[in-house]
């Protein structure tokens, strides 16, 4: 896989392929770098990229049991860094939200799935942090 970045100005880069922007915040730090929000942070997009993995895992695997899909399926990804710099995260938290008419137990096999064997960026940030997950459907938690 290879992929290129190129600097466009100040701190604003752009991704190949589907072009994706690419800036430092306009927090106080981020402003010092030069950081105008014009684009996702690269941890935010780290962040997605955790996320859209196992979202697509979980709905090749309920295709793939026939099971009936999600009306609504989202994934909030919470997580937490270190204070000192390199402030890398220490641990992620991904919340699966579903909502339909979707079986519970093919639900939670697919996911199991996706966190144990599929989701090849969740495997790789488990060797560098903590990463937890849970499910709800229909608003209620479910294990």
Excluded: H
């Amino acid at each position: 896989m290879k992929i290129i970045v190129a600097w466009n100005d100040k701190m604003q880069f752009e991704g190949s392929g589907e072009t994706v922007s690419i800036s430092a915040k306009m927090d106080v730090t981020d402003r010092e770098m030069g950081g105008e929000g014009k684009g996702q942070t690269p941890k935010q997009l780290f962040l997605q990229s955790i996320a859209g993995c196992t979202g697509m895992d979980v709905i090749f695997m309920l295709n793939r049991m026939r099971a009936v899909l999600p009306e609504k399926f989202i994934i909030e990804v919470n997580a937490f860094e270190r204070d000192e710099d390199p402030k890398v995260f220490t641990k992620i938290d991904l919340t699966y939200r579903v909502e339909g008419d979707v079986d519970r137990g093919r639900l939670i096999k697919a996911v199991r799935l996706s966190q144990d064997t599929y989701c090849s960026i969740g495997a790789m940030v488990k060797k560098a942090c903590e990463l937890n997950w849970s499910v709800f459907l229909n608003g209620e938690k479910i294990d």
